[in-house]
């Protein structure tokens, strides 16, 4: 049972800011998604372990997001707490070495990839333009234009269970394709992140993010909100974007929801869509090509679950 009083007592403790009846619309790029009963924003790693361990051993529903560039949140909302990481858990820094970045998990891609530039190193320049954190992209081992952050992850930060941090070297991470260690343990916190990354000549590295930021914005519907991608690459050889193209569905909508005209493997909101409006085309998409095709496409952005519970 949540009771409100408690939490909020809870999080000025440790500096923590909270509200209830928050949109989960303006906390997700797809901008969909009715109110959490509670939204904290976690200041630091005494902050997130406290607060965490209140949530599991009360059994309090809870969710960590980042940016909301890989949610899709129900219409009726989360009933439960939604955290996202500020303060601490937005910096960033050289290690020693000088080719090493320690990172907060609630950091952006963006400024780290500007970070990197910043003090010329090379090896994020793919992740420019991905709209996401940090967190969220150890999570999904982001990747785009043949790089994936599995490439860069040095080690990565995390709260476990048993009540400590934990540092976990590249090789525990369970890095694949669109997938990490951490979609196996949904209750491991990722708080930090180092990348080990190597010295670049800064023009270059430049030049190699503002053309990989001109393709985004010419192949990519970026002027609608959305999630990404919207379906997994059901094979190493084979593009889901193709197979939608190939059954015709570029243009296919469902109320607000809509599979883009100009890249089919972007579900877009073109004004208004609903959650069950994407889910529902989302399914027509999925039977269409499993039908023609004989491929089955894997829905990529996580959903958040809305779960029942008493409120106090």
Not at 134 to 153: H, K
Not at 197 to 207: F, N, S, T, V
Not at 231 to 246: C, H, M
């Amino acid at each position: 049972m949540l009771n409100l009083d408690e939490l909020t007592a809870l999080c000025r403790q440790y500096g923590a800011e909270i509200g209830t009846q928050v949109p989960l619309s303006g906390l997700t790029t797809f901008q969909i998604g009715g109110p959490c009963t509670a939204l904290v924003t976690l200041p630091d790693r005494d902050s997130a372990k406290a607060i965490f361990q209140y949530l599991r051993e009360n059994q309090i529903p809870h969710a960590l997001i980042g940016r909301g560039s890989n949610l899709l949140c129900p219409d009726e909302g989360y009933e439960g707490v939604v955290l996202r990481l500020g303060g601490q858990m937005q910096e960033l820094s050289l290690d020693e070495t000088g080719t090493g970045i320690h990172c907060g998990a609630g950091v952006s891609l963006q400024r780290l990839c500007r970070f990197a530039l910043d003090n010329g190193l090379t090896g994020l320049e793919f992740a420019y333009g991905i709209p996401g954190s940090v967190g969220g992209a150890v999570y999904m081992n982001a990747g785009a234009y043949n790089g994936e952050i599995s490439q860069v992850a040095a080690n990565v930060t995390a709260y476990q269970p048993d009540g400590l941090l934990h540092e976990l070297p590249q090789d525990a991470l369970g890095f694949r394709y669109r997938h990490s260690i951490f979609m196996e343990h949904r209750d491991w916190v990722i708080l930090g992140a180092d990348f080990k990354l190597k010295k670049g000549d800064p023009e270059e590295i430049r030049a190699r993010m503002q053309d990989l930021i001109g393709r985004r914005k010419s192949k990519q519907p970026l002027e609608f909100p959305s999630a990404g991608s919207t379906f997994k690459r059901p094979a190493e050889d084979q593009y889901a974007s193709r197979l939608i193209d190939e059954c015709g569905l570029k243009g296919y909508t469902v109320g607000g929801a809509q599979v883009s005209e100009k890249h089919a493997g972007f579900v877009i909101n073109r004004g208004g869509a609903t959650f069950a409006d994407v889910m529902a085309l989302c399914e027509h998409v999925r039977e269409t090509v499993q039908q023609k095709t004989g491929w089955t496409l894997e829905l990529e952005p996580e959903i958040l679950r809305a779960e029942p519970q008493d409120i106090a």
